[in-house]
Nanobody, 121 residues
Framework: QVQLVESGGGLVQPGGSLRLSCAAS????????MGWYRQAPGNQREWVAQ???????TYADSVKGRFTISRDNAKNTVYLQMNSLKPEDTAVYYC???????????????WGQGTQVTVSS
């Protein structure tokens, strides 16, 4: 069984910063990629950023230049450093991992439970 557990959400003023963490644990053979989605009230889930096993990072245009994704492969943990936060960044942020639970098993996507980020003065 695989678990992804996020932490680091909260309330921050516009222009402020937050750092989210997501740790994957359980029966994991290989993590191919980890990343983040977010969902604001009334909106569809929006992809935010992803980092591949090789260290390649990609970002949604809405966060490029403000958010930085990083990863600790040894700990199966991904981080999202969010700077210059705006009210429109307010959402529940969900971590995901694309991983193989054993050798030869096709990779599958797993999700965390979500963490609330609120940007407000």
């Amino acid at each position: 069984q695989v678990q992804l557990v996020e932490s680091g959400g909260g309330l921050v003023q516009p222009g402020g910063s937050l750092r989210l963490s997501c740790a994957a644990s359980g029966s994991i053979f290989r993590v191919n990629a980890m990343g983040w989605y977010r969902q604001a009230p009334g909106n569809q889930r929006e992809w935010v950023a992803q980092m591949s096993i090789g260290g390649s990072a990609t970002y949604a245009d809405s966060v490029k230049g403000r958010f930085t994704i990083s990863r600790d492969n040894a700990k199966n943990t991904v981080y999202l450093q969010m700077n210059s936060l705006k009210p429109e960044d307010t959402a529940v942020y969900y971590c995901y991992g694309i991983l193989e639970t054993y050798r030869g098993n096709p990779p599958a996507q797993y999700w965390g439970q979500g963490t609330q980020v609120t940007v407000s003065s």
